[in-house]
């Protein structure tokens, strides 16, 4: 079935410093949806993305819609204390039955 | 707009007990669904709805039942609750363009506990 796959699956920064982050599929999305969750929250979208070769951002975030529509990527810049949780990419699933397609989430975790 | 709402927080059930885990949205949102959310596990789909009277499983429906006589509500049932059915459940919504989800907002999760 369609999968989503995530990296890296933790990173451990020094504040201030740049984050990169992936999403692959091995079949076509149509939509990338970025998302984060604080401990105990529940997911929270940031940025989705609807066209291939997109660049969208809000605030230090951007994400982009990779070209071969296989792939994304988020990018947090000067990251913060509070940038600390999991991002997860996610996507349609296939049959137009209205499912979501999670990947396994990367943690990010800032030294202050 | 309250956005999704998810009763109880918390919750600490006995093997074999059943409960009903409440989420309610006030977006007019046709599309409903159930997630639960295990360590290393991400997030998996337990059932969801496209509209009013209509439900279908996701990849983990086993031990759940679900019904949506409303736009507004989705409840959870677990009908006798395993130790396997310990996890953070979360409800979501959205709206629905040609069938197509485009965004999806999530609830602040029920945290539950089969002992």
């Known amino acids: 079935g369609q999968q989503l796959n995530q990296s890296p699956q933790s990173m451990f920064i020094q504040e201030g410093e740049d984050v990169s982050m992936n999403c692959t599929s091995s079949s076509i999305f149509n939509t990338w949806l970025w998302y984060k969750q604080d401990p105990g929250e529940g997911p929270v979208l940031l940025i989705a993305?609807?066209?291939?070769?997109e660049l969208t951002s809000n605030g230090r975030l951007t994400a982009q819609f990779g070209i071969t529509r296989k792939d994304s990527f988020l990018n947090i810049s000067a990251s913060i204390p509070s940038d600390v949780g999991i991002y997860f990419c996610?996507?349609?699933?296939?049959?137009?039955?209205?499912?979501?397609?999670f990947g396994q989430g990367t943690t990010l975790q800032v030294k202050p | 707009n309250a956005g999704v709402t998810q009763t109880p927080k918390f919750q600490v059930l006995k093997t074999g007990q059943s409960m009903t885990l409440q989420c309610a949205q006030d977006?007019?949102?046709?599309?409903m669904s159930w997630y639960r959310q295990d360590p290393g596990m991400g997030l998996r789909l337990i059932h969801y709805s496209v509209g009013a009277g209509i439900t279908d499983q996701g990849e983990v429906p086993n031990g759940y039942n679900v019904s949506r006589s409303t736009t507004e509500d989705f409840p959870l049932r677990l009908l006798s609750a395993a130790p396997s059915q310990t996890s953070v459940y979360f409800c979501?919504?959205?709206?629905?363009?040609?069938?197509?989800?485009?965004?999806?907002?999530f609830g602040p999760g029920t945290r539950l506990t089969v002992t």
């Open positions: 996610a996507g349609p699933g296939t049959g137009n039955t209205g499912k979501l397609i």
């Open positions: 993305l609807y066209k291939a070769g």
């Open positions: 977006m007019n949102h046709e599309y």
């Open positions: 979501a919504s959205s709206a629905l363009f040609d069938r197509l989800i485009y965004e999806q907002y």
